[in-house]
């Protein structure tokens, strides 16, 4: 759910109320994960011309972004391999769903691995890393502010959103 869409000078703030992973049934996933793996790779090989893939669920769908005409050519082949399951060889063959985006793999990688970063603009900070599904770099805290969301849209722009999650805590170690 969107707290706060996002505009020309502030980032976009949402909140899970249930995480949706809890929701899901995972019968017949695995060709979509192994396919996953490859689109990952792909992805990995190319990191200007594609984005992250992600699995849609409820049906099962591989999702593969692209930011260029290239990446497009790229990310359109169907995945097939095969792999073995309860004891026979389960072949499978996806064809992926294209989306385009604006966000490369290469952008936001660079976003999460840099040394000072999101994580360090506020005290708030719980977690971050790559949605695939929305093309952003998200930034997890437990409080925000309307200061928190101008900084990182001037200085991110497009590449970040902010994941309030108001009751949970950093991680404490013993």
């Not at 969107?2 to 017949?28: C, H, K, M, W």
């Not at 719980?126 to 502010?145: S, Y």
């Given at each position: 759910?969107?707290?706060?869409?996002?505009?020309?000078?502030?980032?976009?703030?949402?909140?899970?109320?249930?995480?949706?992973?809890?929701?899901?049934?995972?019968?017949?996933?695995?060709?979509?994960n192994r396919a996953l793996e490859i689109a990952q790779r792909r992805a990995d090989t190319y990191p200007h011309d594609l984005a992250p893939p992600y699995i849609l669920h409820e049906p099962y769908r591989l999702v593969a972004p692209y930011v260029t005409a290239r990446g497009r050519e790229l990310a359109a082949p169907p995945t097939s391999g095969a792999y073995w399951s309860s004891g026979k060889s389960v072949r499978f063959r996806i064809v992926p769903r294209l989306r385009p985006v604006k966000n490369s793999q290469a952008e936001l990688k660079t976003l999460v691995?840099?040394?000072?970063?999101?994580?360090?603009?506020?005290?708030?900070?719980?977690?971050?890393?790559?949605?695939?599904?929305?093309?952003?770099?998200?930034?997890?805290?437990?409080?925000?502010?309307?200061?928190?969301?101008?900084r990182l849209a001037r200085q991110y722009g497009g590449l970040i959103a902010v994941h309030w999650e108001p009751f949970a805590q950093r991680a404490v170690l013993d």
């Open positions: 759910m969107i707290v706060q869409p996002a505009t020309n000078d502030a980032v976009e703030v949402y909140f899970t109320p249930v995480d949706l992973v809890l929701l899901r049934s995972y019968e017949g996933i695995e060709p979509f691995e840099m040394d000072v970063g999101p994580l360090e603009e506020t005290e708030s900070s719980l977690a971050m890393g790559i949605e695939a599904e929305l093309n952003r770099v998200v930034l997890e805290v437990n409080t925000f502010d309307q200061d928190l969301r101008r």
